[in-house]
Structures are given as C-alpha cells and as structure tokens.
C-alpha cells in the first residue's frame, strides 16, 4: 500500500512529524506561508485551542468561517463543523485533521430515515441542529445552534408547526421554554447523555456553593438541577460574569480550559459521567485531533472536506437564514 492510499484508508496524514522540530512554530510557519486561519471549537485539546487563531462554539465558527479571507480553512472540531465551512465557503479549501472525528449526535440522524421522518409531515417548518450532515442541513427550512436556537424558534409564528431534530434534549428543553409543542427526531449526544445525575448531587453536597453549569443537550433531570443552562459560549460567558467562584460544569471538558483561563481565580469541577472509572467526560471525536495531525494536514493540505455541489446549494439556504436572523437578534 503506497503512503497516499494509507492516508485515505486512515482518514488523516499518517506521517510521523518530523523529530527536533517546534511543531507549534512550524504550524505557525505553515499557516502563513499558506494563508491559512486555524479555527477551533471549544471542545478540542487545550494545545489546540492555544494555537488557533480562532475558538469557538458551531455558531462563531460558522460565522467566522462565512467571513474569512483566508485561502485555506483548518477545522479543528468534527466532519459536520468542516462540511458547514465548505457549505458556506466553497471557493476554499477546508481541512479537518482526522475525518474520522465525527458526531454520534450527527450518526443518530440518517438522511433517508429523517427525509421519510419529513416527508410525513409536509405543512411543517423543518428546523435542525447544527450537529448534522450537510444532506440534513439540505432537507432544513432552517438550521439552529444551542446558542440560537430559542432566538429562532421565537421568530417563527406562534401557530407554526414544527419538526426539530435531531437532538430530543435540546428539543424537550425547548419547548419547555417556548411554550412550543415541536414534532422532534429521537436522537442525542453520546457525551450529554452520559452525564450522572447521581454524582453531580454527590458533587453539590461536597462543593455547596458550587453552581451547576449544564449544555441543553444533558436531560431533563440534570436540567432542572442546574443552576444556569445555555449553550458552551453561554456557559463561557456566565461563568466570567457571576459572583460565584465555583461551578460544576455539564458539558464536555473541553471548554474548562477557555473558563480557566478567562477567570483564573476560580474552580472548575468537570462533571463526571455514568462510568465510575472516568472524572469528566470527554468527546472521543473531538480528541482524534493533534498538533501532530494537524501540522500534517497544513504541510500537505490532506485531509479536505468536499460537499456535492447540489447538496452544498440546498444546505446553505438554511445555514443562511439562520445567520440572518442571529444577526438581526444581535448574536
């Protein structure tokens, strides 16, 4: 098998970095030279999130990615994070370090089955979460992130019907604050499902003064136990803004390092999940990503995203919609 072939088959650069290099200053180099920006989700290594020129939640990213300048577009999160990117600037090149990091929340949607699931109910406003596939953003009316998605459900008549998936958490938690009655697709998020109700309680009695910070995507139990709920921006930004010096954070990890950094005279506790043998609870997915993987696909431009150009058409309406209105409703 040639090295070319080894790399499809592996799904990112398989090429072992160079010894006795700075591999930060050489990505550092390679971005420059190649007029590349690094944008990274909150979820990914802390390393990562420190050399990105850019880090953020799915709508900063998906806002920042239809505004770039730069020839070449490094995604530092998961394939759907990429493809809406692509979506949105195709005249670019848009990498992910290792396709193989996907969603389960993604996986739990598959197109036929939600188009049949659509097709079903014909009078009805398609909204889907931005954790999709581009052929699902292609069957949408509107696409929605955790940060937006109340702000868009609100601009919508209060008479109109519709579909919301595929996330069934965030869907329940939105028409609980709504007042909506949306039709939802059963799917979740590996991560937010795990999360351990029983444990967070154990963790309240031994931090009392600890605030509960919880993702809309956890369940309804843990919902109601938290002390704010709001997308990972929205968590970010309560933690710097209140009083409290102590949080239990419900959401993956990965986003303690971003709440670390803007306020270093306070403790994160990361919220364990049903796994007894684990103290907070990671994304496998968001953690293939490495330095060293994404040196490799800066160096050879490997691995891109590409999105059928028909798909791409029908995928950007929604994506588009959605901008227009977080940017009327100031997000």
Known sequence: MNIKSSWLKSGFVNEEVPTGIDIKKEIVRLKE????????????????????????????????????????????????????????????????????????????????????????????????????????????????????????????????????????NLGNYLNSISGREMVLWDGACHVHEKFSVEKIVELKEQHPEALVLAHPECKKPLLLLADFVGSTAALLNYSIKSDAKKFIVATESGIIHQMQMESNDKVFIPAPPNDSTCACNDCEYMKLNSLEKLYNALKYEWPSIEVDETIRLDAVKPINRMLDISHKAGL
């Open 33 to 168: 030279e190649k007029d590349a920006i690094i944008m990274a989700h909150f979820y990914q290594t802390n390393e990562i999130q420190d050399i990105a020129d850019f880090v953020g939640d799915s709508l900063a990213l998906a806002q920042k990615a239809a505004k770039t300048d730069s020839k070449i577009i490094v995604l530092a999160g998961v394939h759907f994070m990429g493809e809406t990117a692509k979506i949105l600037s195709p005249e670019k090149t848009v990498l992910v370090p290792d396709l193989n990091a996907g969603c389960s929340l993604a996986d739990s949607c598959p197109p036929d089955e939600f188009k049949s699931f659509v097709d079903k109910h014909p009078d009805y406003t398609v909204l889907t979460y931005v954790n999709t596939t581009a052929k699902i953003k292609a069957l949408s009316d509107i696409v929605v992130t955790s940060t937006n998605a109340k702000n868009i459900v609100d601009s919508l008549p209060k008479n109109e019907k519709i579909i919301f998936g595929p996330d069934r």
